[in-house]
């Protein structure tokens, strides 16, 4: 890419400055009613509807930077760079050695910035099956996180920018703090494809309006967090300059938290006795400080970010604390364990045509005219994510062997077993191309989040069992036959545009194919679980169904973590309704 790295710019969007503060020593107090513990989509959320209540007052502590300036993360085409780019953006984690993928150990990047991943991820917004939603229902025992029930958090979370044809509005809200769209360039000769194939081929590959319907499977046009030609995240959108004003919110930066403190036994709300924390430590430059939370702590600082706070707060496995020398102050097993992440590869094929986005990766001339473009008027190739124009959503064949090996882990007749994205690119590679990624999400695998020592602020064992069970691996070489499918269509082949693919996988033996993916899959980034959800009173999971920590007063956990089952689909959506559902939790709670 020919953009430099990390770039930023002189104006600020987004996000008014008055209210985030960069010193500790600017902030007005160190008590208030609530502490979030993360500034990404699931903090910003909560405190953005908390503090609609003018007599609630919120600190928000994020351990990274303002997102504002940073023109990498506002060019919604240079996220596959940023995402992928170590630097003062991203907490640059690795996995532990995948066995399951061929030993490879893998960068997994998440965004360190206001706004957390929703500032750094691919944008891609969608909101999985109704049926992932009525799984949580049913194993949490709360019909409040069913499809019908979660359904108005998504109108209320976002807004679709009106295209015909091309989405549903009636599934979608006109108000939200994040914006929402379909791709906003056109490479008319490679949609039109995709497209026509849905007509050539129905029965495998039928056409679908809206994918965040709550029924998914089919082809359809990919809809993205970008709004006017620019990222919309929680940091642009529920933290926008109206909000960021408001006297009760707060908000810092640089302040990574270590742990919870002020542990006692007298917790308020709760019954006489149950444990409580009443702040956190956080570090500042070289410096600690604490804040005091009066009503409760929101743990919002993600899959990985959560259960790392808990299990230095001593919170988790009692076993596994003792070996590290810290003390045990409740007893939860399940905390950063039960990860489920969605594998993903991908496959390219050559094409004989110009019109592909390979050109804005190889020509410096072309990047910089679009790059003209955009700072000129929001428009051009680089308002999309990458970009990639359709996404698919599939399933397994009936008597797929990989059913032999387990059951059917999809939650139901209507939900996918596959992603797959269409790119009209070939991602780097020489010439003109395209690619199409194919993702397993209903994963079997599960994996964890653990401390690598008792220094809060070592990196953690990031663990997300890539192909631990062998269904992943046998559905996903499967699932790779529907690419070529896919391809096999005249839209393709009518007129010689499609060449030949980079890696021919219908010349490999089954075992060969699964060799393959195993050793070119990676992780998606959608790590969930690690604080999962699970019944009142159950004695496995970390929170109950109203995000309260098992066993302790004041502290609920309030982001992706607690989904206990990654859904079929790109993560920050469900984050985003999880958050909304969440604040409405705190906020019957204090009414």
Same mark, same amino acid.
């Given at each position: 890419?020919?953009?430099?790295?990390?770039?930023?710019?002189?104006?600020?969007?987004?996000?008014?400055?008055?209210?985030?503060?960069?010193?500790?020593?600017?902030?007005?107090?160190?008590?208030?009613?609530?502490?979030?513990?993360?500034?990404?989509?699931?903090?910003?959320?909560?405190?953005?509807?908390?503090?609609?209540?003018?007599?609630?007052?919120?600190?928000?502590?994020?351990?990274?930077?303002?997102?504002?300036?940073?023109?990498?993360?506002?060019?919604?085409?240079?996220?596959?760079?940023?995402?992928?780019?170590?630097?003062?953006?991203?907490?640059?984690?690795?996995?532990?050695?995948?066995?399951?993928?061929?030993?490879?150990?893998?960068?997994?990047?998440?965004?360190?910035?206001?706004?957390?991943?929703?500032?750094?991820?691919?944008?891609?917004?969608?909101?999985?099956?109704?049926?992932?939603?009525?799984?949580?229902?049913?194993?949490?025992?709360?019909?409040?996180?069913?499809?019908?029930?979660?359904?108005?958090?998504?109108?209320?979370?976002?807004?679709?920018?009106?295209?015909?044809?091309?989405?549903?509005?009636?599934?979608?809200?006109?108000?939200?703090?994040?914006?929402?769209?379909?791709?906003?360039?056109?490479?008319?000769?490679?949609?039109?494809?995709?497209?026509?194939?849905?007509?050539?081929?129905?029965?495998?590959?039928?056409?679908?309006? *809206?994918? /965040?319907?709550?029924?998914? %499977? +089919? $082809?359809?046009?990919?809809?993205?967090?970008?709004?006017? @030609?620019?990222?919309? #995240?929680?940091?642009?959108?529920?933290?926008?300059?109206?909000?960021?004003?408001?006297?009760?919110?707060?908000?810092?930066?640089?302040?990574?938290?270590?742990?919870?403190?002020?542990?006692?036994?007298?917790?308020?709300?709760?019954?006489?006795?149950?444990?409580?924390?009443?702040?956190?430590?956080?570090?500042?430059?070289?410096?600690?400080?604490?804040?005091?939370?009066?009503?409760?702590?929101?743990?919002?600082?993600?899959?990985?970010?959560?259960?790392?706070?808990?299990?230095?707060?001593?919170?988790? *496995?009692? /076993?596994?604390?003792?070996? %590290? +020398? $810290?003390?045990?102050?409740?007893?939860?097993?399940?905390? @950063?364990?039960?990860? #489920?992440?969605?594998?993903?590869?991908?496959?390219?094929?050559?094409?004989?045509?110009?019109?592909?986005?390979?050109?804005?990766?190889?020509?410096?001339?072309?990047?910089?005219?679009?790059?003209?473009?955009?700072?000129?008027?929001?428009?051009?190739?680089?308002?999309?994510?990458?970009?990639?124009?359709?996404?698919?959503?599939?399933?397994?064949?009936?008597?797929?062997?990989?059913?032999?090996?387990?059951?059917?882990?999809?939650?139901?007749?209507?939900?996918?077993?596959?992603?797959?994205?269409?790119?009209?690119?070939?991602?780097?590679?020489?010439?003109?191309?395209?690619?199409?990624?194919?993702?397993?999400?209903?994963?079997?695998?599960?994996?964890?989040?653990?401390?690598?020592?008792?220094?809060?602020?070592?990196?953690?064992?990031?663990?997300?069992?890539?192909?631990?069970?062998?269904?992943?691996?046998?559905?996903?070489?499967?699932?790779?036959?529907?690419?070529?499918?896919?391809?096999?269509?005249?839209?393709?082949?009518?007129?010689?545009?499609?060449?030949?693919?980079?890696?021919?996988?219908?010349?490999?033996?089954?075992?060969?194919?699964?060799?393959?993916?195993?050793?070119?899959?990676?992780?998606?980034?959608?790590?969930?679980?690690?604080?999962?959800?699970?019944?009142?009173?159950?004695?496995?999971?970390?929170?109950?169904?109203?995000?309260?920590?098992?066993?302790?007063?004041?502290?609920?956990?309030?982001?992706?973590?607690?989904?206990?089952?990654?859904?079929?689909?790109?993560?920050?959506?469900?984050?985003?309704?999880?958050?909304?559902?969440?604040?409405?939790?705190?906020?019957?709670?204090?009414?």
């Amino acid at each position: 890419m020919f953009a430099p790295a990390l770039a930023t710019i002189s104006l600020f969007s987004g996000v008014g400055l008055c209210k985030l503060y960069e010193n500790v020593a600017d902030l007005p107090s160190l008590h208030y009613d609530f502490v979030v513990v993360g500034g990404g989509a699931g903090g910003n959320t909560v405190a953005n509807r908390l503090t609609e209540d003018p007599k609630i007052s919120v600190l928000v502590l994020e351990a990274g930077p303002s997102n504002a300036g940073v023109l990498d993360a506002q060019i919604p085409f240079l996220s596959n760079d940023f995402g992928n780019a170590a630097g003062p953006y991203s907490w640059n984690y690795t996995t532990t050695p995948q066995a399951g993928a061929a030993g490879h150990v893998f960068n997994y990047l998440q965004g360190h910035l206001l706004g957390g991943s929703s500032s750094h991820n691919g944008m891609a917004y969608t909101r999985g099956a109704a049926a992932d939603f009525d799984r949580y229902a049913k194993l949490t025992g709360d019909d409040g996180w069913s499809w019908n029930k979660i359904f108005p958090y998504f109108l209320k979370a976002s807004e679709n920018h009106d295209t015909a044809g091309q989405f549903n509005p009636a599934v979608h809200g006109t108000k939200g703090a994040i914006s929402v769209s379909i791709s906003g360039y056109s490479w008319s000769d490679f949609e039109q494809r995709v497209i026509q194939t849905t007509k050539e081929l129905p029965d495998d590959f039928p056409f679908n309006l *809206d994918m /965040n319907s709550g029924k998914p %499977l +089919g $082809i359809g046009w990919l809809q993205y967090t970008i709004g006017n @030609g620019e990222r919309s #995240s929680s940091a642009t959108g529920y933290l926008k300059p109206k909000v960021i004003q408001r006297p009760n919110l707060d908000v810092l930066l640089h302040a990574q938290v270590s742990k919870l403190i002020n542990f006692t036994r007298t917790g308020s709300p709760g019954p006489p006795g149950t444990p409580t924390f009443g702040g956190v430590e956080f570090r500042q430059g070289t410096s600690m400080f604490a804040a005091r939370a009066s009503k409760e702590i929101i743990l919002s600082a993600g899959t990985i970010g959560t259960p790392r706070i808990l299990l230095n707060s001593g919170v988790g *496995d009692r /076993n596994a604390l003792q070996a %590290l +020398g $810290i003390q045990t102050m409740v007893d939860l097993p399940s905390v @950063g364990k039960n990860a #489920s992440d969605h594998p993903y590869t991908g496959l390219t094929w050559t094409v004989n045509s110009n019109q592909t986005a390979d050109s804005l990766y190889q020509n410096a001339t072309v990047f910089n005219e679009a790059l003209a473009q955009w700072n000129k008027s929001r428009t051009g190739p680089l308002v999309d994510s990458d970009p990639g124009t359709h996404a698919g959503w599939l399933r397994l064949s009936p008597d797929s062997p990989a059913f032999a090996v387990h059951a059917d882990p999809s939650p139901g007749p209507d939900a996918p077993h596959f992603e797959i994205l269409f790119q009209p690119s070939g991602l780097g590679a020489p010439g003109n191309s395209i690619s199409l990624a194919m993702a397993m999400i209903s994963p079997v695998s599960r994996g964890s989040v653990s401390l690598s020592s008792n220094d809060p602020f070592a990196p953690p064992l990031v663990d997300p069992g890539l192909f631990a069970n062998e269904f992943d691996a046998l559905a996903l070489a499967e699932g790779t036959d529907l690419l070529f499918k896919f391809l096999s269509a005249p839209a393709w082949n009518h007129d010689g545009y499609l060449g030949a693919p980079v890696v021919d996988l219908t010349t490999m033996t089954p075992a060969e194919r699964v060799d393959f993916v195993r050793s070119h899959a990676g992780p998606g980034y959608h790590i969930v679980g690690t604080a999962g959800m699970s019944p009142n009173g159950a004695q496995y999971g970390v929170v109950d169904p109203d995000l309260r920590v098992k066993g302790i007063a004041g502290l609920r956990v309030i982001d992706a973590s607690v989904l206990p089952i990654v859904p079929a689909g790109h993560t920050q959506a469900a984050t985003y309704v999880v958050a909304e559902r969440g604040a409405d939790l705190i906020k019957q709670t204090w009414e």
